[in-house]
């Protein structure tokens, strides 16, 4: 018999990912615009936000751990319960004084929440979803931020317009609690592993583990979790680097073209996340090599655009058309992605290995991004220059990685 993909527990499990994710971006720009508010500069939150990714990429890999060795349902409900706990904590402690120090502690506070929470909700899913329907799955969880981050940041900015910081915090104080109020119904098979001598022996086990796993026994994971981070690198670099480069600087317009831009971007996830449920039965790993050089052939119009003497509105509409192409792509790509390593790894290791998923793409994107800002300051009046090679490197990668993919 075919299992539903909309099981009870999944149902509970996307219920609480879309009022947690709300809550979040939420608070994130309700806290950018406060800051930017009291200080007159952006660059302060972002290097707040900045700062603030660092615990979570060192805590990942022991996120893994606790969430192969714990009761996977608990750790949810006790990060988005202390999570809530945290910001009213925040709420009364904000004097006027001490603001930027009580953000940031909540900011850091945050990310130390998230490196626990990303690996446990992403084991999550192969134990709740078999075969076809794990990619399904993670196409849905993928909508789902998609809609909080096209629709968050509108409402965010409403309600703090109209009412200030605190009661958007409070606002958001009750997404997380009634994220944890979802999660406490999720039922979840759970067998407590055998009993180890001490913390650090369970800490290296794990490791060495996990690693053994990935690089020996499972190569196909490792190649494939390095192939996410390159196609990341330079995504991400582009994305969130080149767009606004392109739009503000290059093409001299102003901040509402950036604005549909950015609109276009996330309707363009939205749409890559349904086509990944679509195509589900037809995806196979040999696709993986053609999604890239599909990848990069997206990149190609933008750039050869940049070679004539177009009009500036010519060119964001090519420009549009080609970023939101590759959006969709690599929307694609990283739910097929992902969902392969959840199927290839077994349960006892599927935390780690999706914690490793998730600090690598972390350390990835902001490299990816200081790359990419000083290639288009140095050639602020050629984009093409950067845009060309770009495409035509990430398609060389797709057609070298075919021979290795062919047979898995």
């Given at each position: 018999m075919k299992q539903k993909l909309f099981t009870p527990n999944f149902i509970l499990l996307i219920s609480g990912q879309l009022t947690s994710l709300f809550g979040n971006f939420i608070l994130k720009l309700a806290l950018s615009m406060y800051v930017l508010d009291v200080t007159g500069s952006a660059a302060v939150f972002a290097g707040i936000l900045s700062l603030a990714t660092i615990p979570t990429i060192l805590l990942s890999p022991f996120g893994g751990i606790l969430a192969d060795r714990s009761n996977r349902r608990n750790i949810m409900v006790a990060l988005d319960t202390l999570s809530g706990v945290f910001v009213l904590c925040a709420v009364l402690l904000l004097t006027g004084q001490n603001d930027l120090s009580v953000i940031s502690v909540l900011l850091v506070l945050l990310s130390i929440l998230g490196a626990f929470e990303t690996p446990t909700v992403q084991a999550c899913i192969p134990t709740m979803?078999?075969?076809?329907?794990?990619?399904?799955?993670?196409?849905?969880?993928?909508?789902?931020?998609?809609?909080?981050?096209?629709?968050?940041?509108?409402?965010?900015?409403?309600?703090?317009?109209?009412?200030?910081?605190?009661?958007?915090?409070?606002?958001?104080?009750?997404?997380?609690?009634?994220?944890?109020?979802?999660?406490?119904?999720?039922?979840?098979?759970?067998?407590?592993?055998?009993?180890?001598?001490?913390?650090?022996?369970?800490?290296?086990?794990?490791?060495?583990?996990?690693?053994?796993?990935?690089?020996?026994?499972?190569?196909?994971?490792?190649?494939?979790?390095?192939?996410?981070?390159?196609?990341?690198?330079?995504?991400?670099?582009?994305?969130?680097?080149?767009?606004?480069?392109?739009?503000?600087?290059?093409?001299?317009?102003?901040?509402?073209?950036?604005?549909?831009?950015?609109?276009?971007?996330?309707?363009?996830?939205?749409?890559?996340?349904?086509?990944?449920?679509?195509?589900?039965?037809?995806?196979?790993?040999?696709?993986?090599?053609?999604?890239?050089?599909?990848?990069?052939?997206?990149?190609?119009?933008?750039?050869?655009?940049?070679?004539?003497?177009?009009?500036?509105?010519?060119?964001?509409?090519?420009?549009?058309?080609?970023?939101?192409?590759?959006?969709?792509?690599?929307?694609?790509?990283?739910?097929?992605?992902?969902?392969?390593?959840?199927?290839?790894?077994?349960?006892?290791?599927?935390?780690?290995?999706?914690?490793?998923?998730?600090?690598?793409?972390?350390?990835?994107?902001?490299?990816?991004?200081?790359?990419y800002g000083f290639l288009f300051d140095r050639f602020c009046g050629a984009a093409a220059l950067v845009l060309l090679p770009t495409g035509v490197i990430v398609c060389v990668i797709g057609f070298l990685s075919a021979a290795y993919f062919k047979d898995q």
């Open positions: 979803l078999t075969g076809d329907n794990i990619l399904k799955g993670n196409a849905v969880v993928n909508q789902i931020a998609s809609l909080s981050y096209l629709t968050a940041p509108m409402l965010g900015g409403i309600l703090y317009t109209a009412f200030g910081l605190r009661p958007v915090m409070l606002a958001s104080v009750g997404c997380f609690f009634t994220t944890a109020l979802f999660e406490c119904f999720i039922r979840l098979s759970y067998e407590r592993p055998p009993h180890e001598k001490g913390i650090l022996s369970i800490i290296r086990q794990d490791f060495m583990e996990s690693m053994h796993y990935m690089f020996r026994e499972q190569s196909f994971v490792s190649k494939l979790l390095l192939l996410t981070a390159v196609s990341r690198f330079f995504v991400m670099g582009l994305l969130m680097v080149g767009l606004p480069f392109l739009v503000r600087a290059v093409l001299l317009l102003n901040a509402r073209y950036y604005g549909a831009a950015e609109s276009v971007l996330a309707v363009a996830t939205i749409i890559g996340s349904i086509l990944a449920g679509l195509l589900s039965s037809k995806l196979k790993t040999r696709c993986i090599p053609a999604l890239l050089v599909l990848l990069g052939a997206f990149i190609l119009p933008a750039g050869i655009a940049f070679l004539f003497p177009v009009s500036p509105l010519l060119m964001y509409g090519i420009t549009l058309l080609s970023f939101g192409g590759m959006q969709i792509i690599i929307s694609i790509f990283s739910i097929y992605a992902v969902s392969l390593i959840q199927q290839r790894t077994p349960n006892h290791l599927i935390g780690k290995v999706m914690a490793y998923t998730s600090a690598i793409t972390l350390c990835v994107q902001p490299i990816g991004q200081m790359v």
